[in-house]
């Protein structure tokens, strides 16, 4: 369904803008009034990240007139491989800062607007009511939800998008024209359920191709042509490398923009998500310990058996000496518990201590009461005794 322009064109391009975006000018369903449109456009990036990285790189590009920036982390080597935004000599910085360098030496016409800051449920409607438009790149739920639910309190179009490992996700979720996020994801998956990229991993280049699927929906909708992907959700496999459409209809019973909403404020989203589950949480109190407990239990020969409750791939770029493979997903199916020793204490460890908290609550309801995990996985055993080794 076409929509209406978002936004009211400027009054005018300069020379130099005419010249610079001269592609797009004869473009007929863009042309001079589109490009106009884009100049007077306000528009809000959350994330520099592996999805932030191209939307802001090409929206700049395409001379939206002042672009928002939400991150409040630094650069990390491990983000390089696909946070093309980011350069090696950014390593350590803030990333708003990095990704605002990296605007300007794109586009100097560009306003920059640095929001150094978590978003949160105190700032999010502050921050959007400052825009016309919203482009998700998060990578966890508690901030889609976030997003979603001030989105549609504020009655603000977003572009969504969503990346794992080959495969990627994009939609228009706009609550006045179709469904909200709510609509297409209810209730969030089960803690552990879904794996962040972090612990599952991305392609790198994926980021590219789902990021500039926004930046095609953002453009479209602030200079109101084509066809936005409200209401439909655009699946991406890059192993079989196909697209396929599915339709999304708006819920009339959707918690937020249904027909008698129940959610008609900002809600606690970290409970709401639940991060870690109740079960896990409770599995380790009193049974959680340090990376530095561990090394003194090694050293002192006490009678443990670790195990690493990660993936095979991970286990291969680094481990905790002594320790035995087992994936979370055999403890979940049962198979694992046959092969646990009895005589020998149970220490569980992941990459940071969300999955291990996880297995920890399976062996505890299986009867073995002394089981422990360590907080901060095998990361805060690298950082702790082992600093050599690498961390991914």
Partial sequence: MSLPPLVEPAAELTVDEVRRYSRHLIIPDVGMDGQKRLKNAKVLCVGAGGLGSPALMYLAAAGVGTLGIVEFDEVDESNLQRQIIHSQSDIGRSKAESAKDSVLG???????????????????????????????????????????????????????????????????????????????????????????????????VLCASVGSIQVTEAIKLLAGVGDPLVGRLMIYDAL???????????????????????????????????????????????????????????????????????????????????????????????????????????????KTGVRSAEVLAVLKSAGFADAVHVGGGVIGWVNQIEPEKPVY
């Avoid at 998060?138 to 901030?143: L, M, R, W």
């Avoid at 939800?145 to 939609?171: E, H, M, T």
């Avoid at 380790?284 to 003194?296: N, S, Y």
């Fill in 106 to 204: 794109i586009n100097p016409y560009v306003n920059v607007v640095l929001h150094e800051e978590r978003l949160e449920a105190e700032n999010v409607m502050e921050i959007f009511a400052q825009y016309d438009l919203i482009v998700d790149g998060t990578d966890n739920f508690a901030t889609r939800y976030l997003v979603n639910d001030a989105a549609v309190l504020l009655n603000k179009p977003y572009v969504w998008g969503s990346i794992y490992r080959f495969d990627g996700q994009a939609s228009v979720f706009w609550s006045e024209y179709g469904p909200c996020y709510r609509c297409l994801y209810p209730e969030p998956p089960p803690p552990g359920m879904v794996p962040s990229c972090a612990e599952g991993g991305v392609l790198g």
């Fill in 240 to 350: 079989e490398m196909q697209y396929r459409q599915v339709k999304v209809r708006k819920d009339p019973d959707c918690a937020v923009c249904g027909e008698n909403p129940t959610v008609t404020e900002l809600i606690d989203y970290e409970a709401f998500c639940g991060v870690v589950s109740e079960e896990a949480q409770e599995a380790a109190l009193g049974a959680t310990i340090t990376p530095k407990q561990l090394k003194e239990w090694i050293d002192g020969d006490e009678k443990i058996e670790i195990i690493d409750v990660r993936e095979k791939n991970e286990y291969e770029i680094v481990s905790i000496p002594g320790a035995k493979l087992i994936p979370k997903n055999e403890f979940l199916m049962g198979t694992a518990l046959q092969d646990l020793p009895q005589d020998k204490r149970i220490v569980l460890h992941c």
